[in-house]
């Protein structure tokens, strides 16, 4: 097959989804380290990966408004370049209040690549299940490489030379983005982001039933996925008693999965509707974390691990919902709205899982995220059953 620019778009889309994702997730392997350095709790240090993902998440909606302004290329830049000097502030944090602020600050620079890329590649690919599924890989890839390298790294050096990788992997690929991929036109280059923010158009959007039910269900599975990538390695340490290195390589292989799987997931989303899609990851996320929580045993995490790791690739067929019910004038701005909507509240997952753990122990914080899973998949049936048409 030739290669075509489109192939080029996506490769680069999901390089840059690549490295604003290893920003977050070289954090989770040091959690530990830096709750000892900073003499915080489970509970604190989980307000502050609440702020990072709440910070994410709020700066989609904007990215899309800036993105229809100005062009997706800018953006995505400015996204990928803002990790890294994120992650150099968060790296040299002397208090706790500073890398608070630092983890909100990597958060929102690093949010606003995700739904203008999907807009992007939504303008490019037909097949948009299959898209968003190869881009939505570069997330569970960085899952696979970061947390590994960042445990090795803070075993030997420290934990702020691990968090300092976030920016070793941006810039290349910031400089790389920029090269090859062109200028592109904005949708709505007259038209100030301001005039754009009215109240009444908004709550418009998000009460349609078609918009509505699958932003329900994205929170509860979008809690479920922030809490995992927060607290994984946490939970395999305290609760299964695993090593530091080893805890970070089942976390790695969680990713693996993620990033294997995530494409299939578009594909039969595409092929065979997203609610079978949707509700096939459910069923699987959910058997997942019993067997983790559960189970002893290293068969057993290996299963669990493959069974996460496919359940929580449920973006690849549910957020291709949403591009299927907006109009082309309305996706850049629109599709930015519904991420920040429903992956601000499900940021709480990081906070509220940390003081269920505090409280009930990791067990209970984690069979908790099960049952959200559950939940879903009955919504699902019951939309399907009475055929509600959501």
């Known amino acids: ?22 920003g977050r997730l070289v954090i989770s392997p040091v959690v530990p380290m830096v709750t000892d350095e900073f003499g915080v709790s489970n509970s604190v240090i989980g307000i502050a990966l609440t702020g990072m993902w709440m910070a994410y998440f709020l700066s989609q909606f904007p990215s899309g408004l800036l ?23 968060l790296a040299i944090a002397p208090l706790f209040w500073v890398f608070l602020l630092g983890t909100i600050l990597l958060g929102g620079v690093a949010g606003l690549h995700y739904s203008v890329a999907t807009t992007l590649l939504t303008r490019t690919y037909d097949e948009i299940g299959t898209a968003i599924g ?20 803070a075993v030997q050096y420290g934990w702020r030379p691990a968090i300092a990788v976030g920016a070793a992997v941006a810039v290349p690929v910031f400089l790389l983005f920029g090269w090859r991929v062109q200028p592109t036109e904005p949708q709505r280059p007259d038209e100030r982001v301001r005039d754009r923010l009215e109240l009444e158009p908004v709550l418009e959007l998000l009460s349609r039933p078609k918009i509505a039910f699958p932003i329900v269900l994205s929170i509860l599975a979008a809690f479920v996925w922030q809490a995992t990538a927060s607290f994984l390695p946490t939970f395999l340490m305290e609760h299964r008693e695993q090593s530091p290195e080893l805890a970070s390589l089942v976390f790695g292989g969680y990713f693996v999965v993620q990033a294997v799987t995530q494409v299939g997931v578009g594909a039969v989303s595409d092929r065979y509707g997203r609610d079978l899609a949707t ?14 929580v559960a189970v002893p045993g290293s068969i057993a995490l290996g299963a669990a691990v493959l069974l996460i790791g496919t359940g929580l690739g449920w973006g690849a067929a549910l957020l291709p919902r949403f591009m299927d019910v907006l109009g082309d004038a309305e996706r850049g701005a629109g599709f930015g709205l519904v991420r920040t909507v429903y992956g601000f509240i499900g940021a709480l997952g990081s906070v509220c899982t940390g003081l269920l753990a505090d409280v009930f122990g990791w067990g209970v914080a984690f069979a908790v995220l099960g049952g959200l899973l559950a939940l879903v998949l009955v919504a699902l049936f019951v939309n399907w059953v009475f055929s509600l048409g959501y």
């Open 134 to 153: 190869v881009h939505n890989g570069g997330g569970p890839l960085a899952g696979l490489i970061a947390p590994p390298i960042a445990a090795w790294i």
């Open 279 to 292: 509700g096939g990851c459910m069923i699987l996320g959910s058997i997942g974390f019993g067997l983790l």
């Open 67 to 89: 993105a229809d302004r100005y062009g997706e290329r800018i953006v995505i830049l400015v996204a990928v370049g803002g990790t890294a000097a994120a992650s150099v502030f």
């Open 1 to 22: 097959m030739n290669w075509r620019y489109r192939e080029t778009v996506l490769a680069l889309c999901t390089l840059a989804f690549f490295a604003t994702m290893v």
